[in-house]
């Protein structure tokens, strides 16, 4: 089946540094990849939607400045959370859209990234 | 507008029994209906999809699901839980927002717990 991948899988880094999570579809092309944020024992929540070539679709209450999305090519998104505090302390899951022609589309998870804040 | 429910919080079943885990949804149009499966400190899994056909879907380990249009269901069922089935099941409907395409909207996760 498709494989999504997320690195780094954890990490822990000081308040006010800026973190960068990288998402690859690895067997197939993504134009559409979407990043999620879960709270502990809650269920995903949808942040934003990337598209390889333009600007990220930021969900409301999800600050753009804040967590930066870029797509630069159709197996790679990366969220970049920038002066991280610990209130950005969260488990991060990407997803890539594969759309093979002439079947339904189907979103592949990647395993996460737990990051934590200091 | 999209939604989707999950009355229950917890499930908690013995193993061996059958277990069911509900969801029933809200969307404009045909649905698009999933489940996926949370292991600790994982990402989703689907387990299954309904797009069209059938109205009982069967999924990976056993699990299966019955879309229903008239109660706007899909619940989730296995008829002998495992201990390994302990995990959180996510519902989700798949649709189609004009400015960023394909969409999912999460239930709020059923947290199972398969008692040996």
């Known amino acids: 089946g498709a494989v999504v991948s997320q690195h780094p899988s954890w990490v822990i880094c000081k308040s006010g540094t800026s973190v960068k999570i990288e998402c690859r579809s690895l067997?197939?092309?993504?134009?559409?990849m979407f990043w999620y944020r879960q709270f502990p024992k809650q269920s995903l929540m949808l942040m934003a939607t990337?598209?390889?070539?333009?600007?990220?679709?930021?969900e409301q209450g999800v600050e753009k400045d804040k967590f930066l999305i870029n797509h630069a090519s159709l197996t790679l998104s990366t969220l970049t959370v920038t002066s991280a505090h610990p209130e950005d302390s969260s488990f991060y899951i990407c997803?890539?859209?594969?759309?093979?022609?002439?079947?339904?589309?189907?979103?592949?998870f990647g395993p996460g990234t737990r990051l934590t804040v200091l | 507008a999209q939604s989707v429910a999950q009355p229950e919080d917890q499930v908690n079943v013995a193993e061996g029994n059958p277990l069911t885990v509900k969801c029933t949804y809200s969307?404009?149009?045909?649905?698009?209906l999933f489940w996926y499966v949370q292991y600790p400190n994982r990402g989703l899994q689907v387990l299954l999809k309904?797009?069209?056909?059938?109205?009982l879907v069967k999924g990976s380990y056993g699990f299966e699901a019955e879309f229903n249009k008239s109660q706007t269901s899909f619940h989730l069922k296995k008829p002998s839980a495992l201990v390994s089935d302990s995990a959180l099941y996510f519902c989700?409907?798949?649709?189609?927002?004009?400015?960023?395409?394909?969409?999912?909207?999460f239930g709020g996760g059923t947290r199972l717990m398969v008692k040996p």
């Open positions: 067997d197939f092309q993504a134009t559409t």
């Open positions: 997803s890539a859209l594969r759309q093979p022609a002439g079947r339904a589309d189907t979103q592949y």
């Open positions: 969307v404009s149009g045909n649905p698009y």
């Open positions: 989700a409907v798949r649709w189609v927002n004009n400015n960023a395409g394909n969409m999912l909207t």
């Open positions: 309904y797009i069209t056909g059938d109205n």
């Open positions: 990337s598209n390889e070539g333009s600007k990220a679709t930021y």
